[in-house]
């Protein structure tokens, strides 16, 4: 089983967006364990309801994108299923709260935390249904280092040869 704790750190996982380039060098994800980004998150979001509804608006959205960006670089380097949901939802949502904020009201009837909500739940289902059916709760597997195969050596499950016998290693 390749299973791994949720929301690790997506900076410092081995992948295919090096740390100095992209928007992984502009995020402060190396130095910041899960749990206080996702905590200032929550925060940012318990505190919105008590602003002025625009600044309620911009303050949801950024706590949004910023969700979306920490799953987002996840996804890319081949984390936990549910960042590809959970990272595409939440950017579509914070784009869409700060429209509302330019408009200066909101569209969803004041539920944007709730849409929040939604996408996170939706994710989870997606990871549940991924685990389901590829034994693993991550995207991709790590890149093996100079081994041919998996991270031991073995060969990844799946692969066979064009002739449908398994592929040697």
């Known amino acids: 089983m390749d299973k791994e704790p949720c929301c690790g750190n997506p900076i410092r996982r081995p992948g295919p967006v090096s740390d100095e380039t992209g928007i992984a060098a502009y995020l402060p994800l190396s130095k910041v ?6 905590g200032a998150v929550v925060l940012a979001l318990m505190l919105a309801p008590h602003l002025a509804k625009r600044g309620e608006l911009l303050t949801d959205g950024v706590a949004f994108i910023a969700g979306a960006a920490w799953c987002g670089i996840n996804a890319r380097r081949g984390g936990q299923a549910h960042c590809l949901i959970t990272s595409v939802g939440w950017m579509l949502l914070g784009a869409g709260v700060f429209a509302e904020a330019w408009l200066g009201r909101s569209l969803l009837h004041g539920d944007e935390q709730l849409g929040f909500v939604g996408i996170l739940i939706a994710g989870l289902a997606f990871e549940c249904l991924w685990y389901s059916v590829t034994g693993s709760n991550r995207l ?11 991270p031991s050596g073995q060969p990844l499950s799946g692969i066979s040869a064009p002739d449908g016998s398994p592929a040697s290693t």
């Open 33 to 38: 364990p899960p749990v206080l980004y996702f």
């Open 140 to 150: 991709r597997r790590p890149p093996s280092r100079g081994a041919p195969g998996g």
